[in-house]
Each structure stands twice: as structure tokens, then as C-alpha cells.
């Protein structure tokens, strides 16, 4: 593990054909594809920072829920904050060595992603949480070093990608099981985004994206992006969005599977997600200390947002249009709202 902030990402996979998870993709509930129209919203601004110990990494929303999960890199838990108050209203004791985490908001379902369980063979595992109840209702054994995970709602598909190692898992979310391994090729796995609509699995290996349609097992596609790439992906417009060590966002049309943008950002830009109500994209730099706000029309730099120490990853409440970036360095979660 790379505790420096090189962490994998689940950005807008967990969309469905229902109402809460158009929501996540900006799509509406019937699967159009239309791109939402920008919202008149306010400029952002930096909310009072939410404290938290043990290391917050992983951070995922469900809006539904109105809640915020944060997993902690040195602790055994999951810290549930509610979106209106910013306040920790539960903690859930999942276990050691606890890496990413993924909602599936039509099943209220959380996956929680371990790198080590501790055993002879040093497998992962994924902890499944019932958001309801805040309870564990079953564990899945997978292979080592379990980091990166993102959902396929529609297609109850889970991806789990195992850092360094060119594989992802994929696992069937009915039954919790593993169905089938992605072969990433030559290279560590880094990340992964599904595009719900396609169900198309996004994978970066090296300094390459490694595309693979529904059902394959190898990638139909291998798009040179730049090295360590983190991703999101907008269904609605067609765009995966890629950051790399260089410094850069790369903006990929997922029909052409051609790159479309390059934009200047921070230093490392370690994660990114997109709001389409806003037509906006957030870029993590872990360098910096901050994010940068990029226009998805004119690709032009808007905004830049000062947050904690040592950000690991950013996910954006599509509610209410809030961002969250966990903060390793200081222990705390900055909200930026809008």
C-alpha cells in the first residue's frame, strides 16, 4: 500500500436504471443519455473540516441515505457522516487493513475493500455492509492486495481491482461471489470506473487505460493516458476523465475511445470526480493540498480549493452538489459545498 496518497477511486459506477442512482450519473430514471443541463448554483466554498482520527481514506456517498462513508487506513472502522450536519452519527467495525469503499444506493449495499486479511496466503477480502441496518451481512475472499473496487448496480457486478497486480475481480452482488478475473495485462492495476450504461469496465495499468467491453475477460482497447491514472466517468456526456502523475486531466470520448482534452492541474492529482448538474469536474492534488474545478464545456480552470493534509480521495454528494475529500495527513474530511 502507498500510503502517500496513490489510491484507487469508484466514481458514478454505482448507476442504475432507478430514480436515486440517475442521480449519481445525471442521467434520467429511463436511461437517457442527455447531459443535465448546468445548474445556477452558487461559487464553491470551503465548509468548517470534519474531524475524524485514524487515517480517513476511502470515502464514498449515498445520497439516499444522506450519508458520507469514510474508511480508515489504521483503524478497523467505517465513520458514517450525515451530509445535512457534518456531523458522525455511527461507526461500523468492519476489521484490519481496510483500503476502499463503493455503494450500491439501489440495494443499500456498501462495499468495503481489504488488502490483508492476515492469513498464510495474505488473501484480501470485501466486507459487505447493509447502510440500513449498519451492519456486516457477509464477507467475500478475494486475491491479495484488494484496493480499488467500483459497483455495476444494474449489471450486479463488483470490480475489485488488487493494487500491483494486473487483475480485477468481478463479482456477481446477488450472490457474493467471484465469477470471473480481468487479466490487465503487464503491470499493476491502479483503478477502475464501469460505465453503467455500456457496462463497460475501465481499468489503468501503467500509464494506460485497459478497456473492457461487458462479459470480456481481456481488453478490446488500451489507451496510452499518462502514469498512475485515477478515473470517473460521465455516462451522460460520453467522457472518462483520467488524471496523471504529470500534472494533468486527460478527457477521453468513450465512443471513439479517443482523448479529446489535456488540462493543466495541481501536483500529483491523486483522484477526481465529476458533478454533470454542474458541468463540472473536481481534480484531487495530493501535491497541492488542494482541488481544482475545471468547466466540462470550455475546459478551462475555475476554481481552485484549498483542503487537508495529505488528501486521499474526493466523491461529490449529487444531491446537493457537496464535495468530500478525505484527508490522511490530518485526520479530517473538507466539505465543499456550493
Known amino acids: 500500500m502507498n500510503t502517500g496518497g496513490l489510491r484507487g477511486t469508484r466514481r458514478y459506477a454505482a448507476a442504475t436504471a432507478i430514480l436515486a442512482t440517475a442521480l449519481l450519473t445525471g442521467c434520467a430514471a429511463s436511461g437517457d443519455a442527455t447531459p443535465a443541463a448546468k445548474l445556477p448554483l452558487g461559487p464553491p466554498e470551503l ?60 440495494t443499500h449495499t456498501a462495499y468495503v475493500t481489504h488488502f490483508d486479511i492476515g492469513d498464510q496466503d495474505h488473501h484480501g477480502m470485501v466486507s459487505v455492509i447493509d447502510t440500513d441496518t449498519r451492519e456486516i451481512i457477509d464477507t467475500i475472499e478475494v486475491d491479495r492486495n484488494a484496493t480499488a473496487v467500483a459497483v455495476d448496480a444494474a449489471d450486479h457486478k463488483l470490480y475489485v481491482v488488487h493494487g500491483f497486480i494486473p487483475r480485477v475481480s468481478v463479482i456477481d452482488t446477488e450472490t457474493n461471489t467471484v465469477t470471473s478475473t480481468l487479466d490487465a495485462g503487464q503491470g499493476g492495476a491502479l483503478d477502475v470506473a464501469v460505465d453503467p450504461t455500456t457496462h463497460t469496465a475501465y481499468v489503468t495499468v501503467r500509464s494506460t487505460v485497459a478497456v473492457f467491453e461487458s462479459g470480456q475477460l481481456t481488453p478490446s482497447t488500451v489507451i496510452d493516458v499518462g502514469q498512475y491514472s485515477r478515473l470517473a466517468i460521465d455516462p451522460a456526456a460520453h467522457r472518462l476523465y483520467a488524471t496523471t502523475l504529470e500534472g494533468s486531466l486527460v478527457v477521453i470520448d468513450t465512443e471513439t475511445r479517443t482523448k479529446t482534452a489535456t488540462v493543466k492541474v495541481g501536483r500529483n492529482p491523486i483522484d477526481v470526480a465529476v458533478d454533470p448538474g454542474l458541468g463540472s469536474v473536481y481534480v484531487l492534488n495530493n501535491g497541492d493540498k488542494s482541488v481544482s474545478i475545471i468547466d466540462s464545456e470550455s475546459w478551462t480552470l475555475t476554481h481552485t480549493i484549498p483542503v487537508g493534509a495529505n488528501p486521499q480521495e474526493i466523491v461529490i454528494d449529487p444531491g446537493n452538489h457537496t464535495t468530500y475529500v478525505s484527508n490522511l495527513g490530518d485526520d479530517t474530511v473538507s466539505a465543499i459545498t456550493r
Not at 89 to 101: F, H, M, S, Y
Open 47 to 106: 465548509a468548517a473540516p470534519i474531524d475524524l482520527d485514524s487515517q480517513p481514506a476511502g470515502v464514498a456517498v449515498d445520497p439516499a441515505n444522506e450519508s458520507v462513508y469514510v474508511v480508515h487506513r489504521s483503524g478497523h472502522t467505517v465513520s458514517v457522516i450525515d451530509t445535512d450536519t457534518h456531523e458522525v452519527k455511527a461507526t461500523i467495525d468492519v476489521g484490519v487493513n481496510l483500503d476502499d469503499i463503493a455503494i450500491d444506493p439501489s
